[in-house]
């Protein structure tokens, strides 16, 4: 483990029990962030990424709960040295503890801004009240924070915006809100979820230039969360590989761009188009498709798909994920034997 | 394709299969199917289901259910308790207790006590007297007669009302006019509801503005003083069927709104749809599209929201006839039964006759139940 | 705001116009007219009226005139205020129903916040709480709620409190303040008796709300906001009534423009077994005794109020949602 880290998520489980049957939706997940560090999840949809930051927020709602491991975070309050990590795992989702680090030490820029805010409050209103949870402070000194932030985050004549409503501001504009609101308390950690999949391609450019200038400026760690190589590609330091809840490989992301070693994350990478790629050739694609949560399959999440598979070993055991290298960790059995017990 | 990448292909479709048998199955299920699965789950709405099945079967066959000529009067014999059945009699058995009255002196009222010592013996499949099977034939047979129809008394198992008529078989006949009256006019309504929502959801412009319009105004008209008003009007003169159909025409006619609204909805919704638009494109006619393509993909709704109806207009049957401006008597409906409770003296005199308000109750609940039921299958994102 | 308010006042008089026909339609449905059946009823009951004073009726309603004269002359009667005789009470119509319909209002209004008050809770309760206890017995009680006629309500209370307390349960006042004129003592008598009838008379509606707010909490519960809310640190409790109740409640309040409508009309069953002073027992006996313009006045009063009711209910609506003021104005 990272003695410096801010964050570690030590083997992380989440489930979802319903009559149905439970998906395992976060098995056994594990990774550091280190403070100023940008840490960015990959993966398809459904594999587990955004339950895996829910669950570090601890706002998964029933049927879904937190079963196991440890989310260690160290909060400003506490001093700097490793040992005065708080298990977020074992604090009470709704409790007081946990309210006071969500949203101050932890913050989060949601996927959707339009569906993340209320139509029927203005965006002063929610952005004062995220301010008044942490700080006693009264709304006029609110109301200068929250513009302060918007000035900072690029919105034009925040004072005016203050008294607007989400729909009548553009895509960009509501995620810089959302971006303002999250760094209204000065959070430690920024996790971002998937902040640039609903805007169009050139806000997006800069709306992650503008995440990149934060994270510096406020000295933050941020988790960013992305099914796009691309986007991990221009933001993050460190790459974490996510496939069926499970983490396929991890390491920084010029290892992991230059030399993947688990063949998921080869395949993801072959699936990008590059200027390289000769014209009107089909894009290599992954065969198969993820198969249903209630259907995990025994042994590796990801063999029914493998091209490298070996029967008799990958349908049997689920390899653990262990350093290789100096950096880099994956669960394959092609890089190490070591198997997860059951 | 290479043969490498062939077999490749072929080994993930094995290892995949498995999973695959489930999901097969719910993808070539016809809609009603996939209703019909998710319905069965919704276990109350089974049971409401077979309740109203029962409900259904006295309404089509009350003379079977009753024990009485329903509009038989004995004036002797009037406000007399429920004599209830007993099965269990230090052993299995099946009788009521006899009720003997005297008259009170000073109220001179006929007051009525069980006594338990004069047992009535039951029979189910007895005779009695004679009725029609559906208007077609006539028979004497009843669920429940007397064991020696010619010695003992008949009985009362709701009791009598102020006529002394028998109240239970009174309930039973009433049942086949408030349901039928509920089903005719929602029958109505829904026609009418599905070929102006249509009209005005398939064709929009001038049809959809003068349609909403007017669906509007009769929505903003409170319908209760209007009914009163339109069913006071009605000649004293008509006759029981004439009334009957009349008062079930002037019910639907401010109803029809409703599913008229949700049908224009959905087809404002399914024209944009990619399979609407394909038919369009193969030169489907305007007609087949909307019966042949669009109607069928909204049967479950409308058979959701018709069930839903259906309680509705039973309410407000009950009380139109209850305030003594819907059905008249010869007629017999529960409200015009209820119309008997509608004085503290009776209802504190023979509280029995509040029963055929509960038979409105347990109707309509399983009615609104299984209406529910069948609205969360038809559209379980709702 | 503004705006809107004022486009939807300019509705109204159009709206109150086609309800004037409506109501007179009624008021034309029973065969023959009224003055002739009053005539054939006096005679019935051995009385006669002189052929002068006959012959003034008709010409005042001008009923020897086409349909639409006599409408014109009822409705520029009624915009004069003058709502007509009526001839069963032999007193002007406006006299019989004033009292009556103030009546009539504070009963519907005082039902409406009841009903309000108490769906909201039960609402949200069994939303938040889906699938518990508390959650199952509220959605029986609000199956049975929906299911019982308000009249079987009001005859079960009434049998109950009659046969086990020994009291009758009718009216609005005591009988000291019943004819009496408004003072202190008479608003304190109403307060005590409106209750019960406000209790029937909303247990229906508290039913239908308290499941309209349950199915719209359970939408708006699983609504990315209420993760951003989470995750800004806001207690559950606060953050359920600030975000997920408040727009829960928008749907129900444009239930309203049905809702205020249907508790005035429907007061008038509860009010004819409860025998209360307001104006739907009195619509009963005018329409039985066939006293037509009574009966035309009290079914004009009824669209008025239920035109109101949808008025309020668009000013709140616009009021609690700012995508509705917007697009509107």
Known sequence: MNTNAILSVRNLKTRFTMDEGTTKAVDGVSFDVAPGQVVGIVGESGCGKSVTIKSILRIVQKPGEVVGGEILFRPQRHGENGTDFVDLAKLDGRGKEMRTIRGNDIALIPQEPMAALSPVHTIGNQLVEAVQLHRKINKRQAEEIAIERMKEVGVPSPEERMSAYSWELSGGLRQRVMIAMALLCSPRLLIADEPTTAIDVTTQAQVLNLLRGLQKNHDMAIIFITHDLGVIAQVADDVVVMYLGRVMETGPVDDIFHNPLHPYTKALLGSIPSIHTTSREPLPTIEGSIPHPFNRPAGCPFFPRCAAYMPGKCDRQTPKLERIGEHQSVSCFLHHEVAEEI | MSAETESKTENIEVRQAGQREDADAISVAPNWKLVWWRFRKHRLALVAGVLLFFIILIAGFPGFFSTQDPSQSDTTGSFMPPQGIHIWDDGPAFFAYAANGARNPRTLRMEWQLDESQKVPLRLFGRGYEWKVLGLFTTDIHLIGLVNPDEDKPIHLLGTDRLGRDQWSRLMYGTQVSLSVGLLAVFISTVLGIFLGGISGYFGGLADMVIQRVVELLQSIPPIPIWLALSAALPRTWSVTTSYLAITGILALLTWTTLAREVRGRFLALREEDFVVAAKLAGCRQLRIVFRHMVPTMNSHIIAAVTLAIPVMIINETFLSFLGLGLRPPAISWGVLLQEAQNLQSVALAPWLLLPGVAVIITVLVLNVLGDGLRDAADPYH | ?329
């Open chain 3, 1 to 329: 705001m503004l705006v809107y308010i004022v486009k939807r006042l300019l509705l109204l008089p159009l709206l109150l116009l086609v309800f004037s026909v409506i109501a007179f339609i009624l008021i034309q449905a029973p065969p023959g007219d009224f003055v002739t059946s009053y005539v054939a009823e006096l005679a019935a009951s051995g009385s006669s009226m002189d052929r002068l004073q006959i012959d003034a009726l008709r010409e005042l309603y001008g009923l020897d005139r086409p349909g639409y004269v006599q409408y014109f002359k009822w409705l520029s009667r009624i915009l004069q205020g003058d709502l007509g005789i009526s001839l069963d009470f032999q007193k002007p119509i406006s006299e019989l129903i004033g009292q009556r319909l103030l009546l009539t209002v504070i009963l519907g209004l005082s039902t409406f916040l009841f009903t309000f008050a108490v769906a909201l809770p039960i609402g949200t309760i069994s939303a938040t709480r889906q699938y518990s206890f508390f959650d199952y017995f509220f959605t029986v009680f609000n199956y049975v709620g929906v299911a019982t006629p308000t009249f079987m309500t009001a005859l079960i209370l009434m049998w109950l409190a009659f046969s086990k307390l020994g009291i009758t349960i009718t009216g609005l006042f005591s009988p000291e303040y019943a004819d009496a004129a408004w003072s202190f003592g008479r608003v304190v008598d109403l307060g005590k008796h409106v209750w019960l009838p406000m209790v029937i008379l909303g247990l229906d509606g508290t039913a239908r709300l308290a499941r309209i707010l349950r199915a719209n909490l359970l939408d708006e519960l699983n609504k990315p906001y209420m993760e951003m809310a989470r995750a800004k640190g806001m207690p559950e409790w606060r953050l359920i009534i600030k975000y997920p109740v408040r727009l829960a409640i928008n749907p129900l309040v444009s239930s309203l423009g049905w809702y205020l409508p249907l508790i005035f009309s429907g007061s008038l069953i509860v009010a004819t077994v409860l025998n209360l002073p307001t104006i739907g027992p009195l619509l009963l006996r005018s329409l039985i005794s066939q006293d037509m313009f009574l009966a035309g006045s009290i079914v004009l009063s009824y669209f008025g109020l239920a035109v109101i009711g949808t008025l309020l209910s668009d000013v709140l609506l616009a009021w609690l949602d700012p995508r509705i003021r917007m697009e509107e104005s």
